[in-house]
């Protein structure tokens, strides 16, 4: 392809958009996901993409948010000894 990246112009052959609408959340686990996709997580939901049970590429499934609250949280400590900030996920 002929991109001009400084100029703004790519080509490309496949873009995958995840539109997240609210307090709205999106998880892909061990899948390959090709083409040209768009996914949208409506305001309170949670989308799951996992690859396909019956030889498909990839299943798509939407969970409502329990109480409209996110499943995970940012927890952050500060390393004493070397000054760093340790960052970790923790589910809910």
Do not use: C, H
Not at 48 to 76: F, H, I, N, Q, S
Request: proline share 3%.
């Amino acid at each position: 392809p002929d991109n001009q990246y400084w100029s703004a112009r790519v080509t490309r052959t496949e873009t995958l958009s995840i539109v997240l609408e609210g307090n709205s959340e999106f998880e892909a686990r061990d899948v390959t996901i090709s083409g040209d996709q768009k996914f949208t997580v409506p305001d309170g939901y949670r989308m799951l993409v996992t690859a396909g049970k019956t030889g498909g590429e990839w299943e798509a499934e939407l969970v409502e948010l329990e109480g409209g609250e996110p499943t995970w949280r940012w927890d952050y400590r500060m390393d004493q000894s070397t000054k760093k900030i340790l960052l970790s996920m923790e589910d809910r």
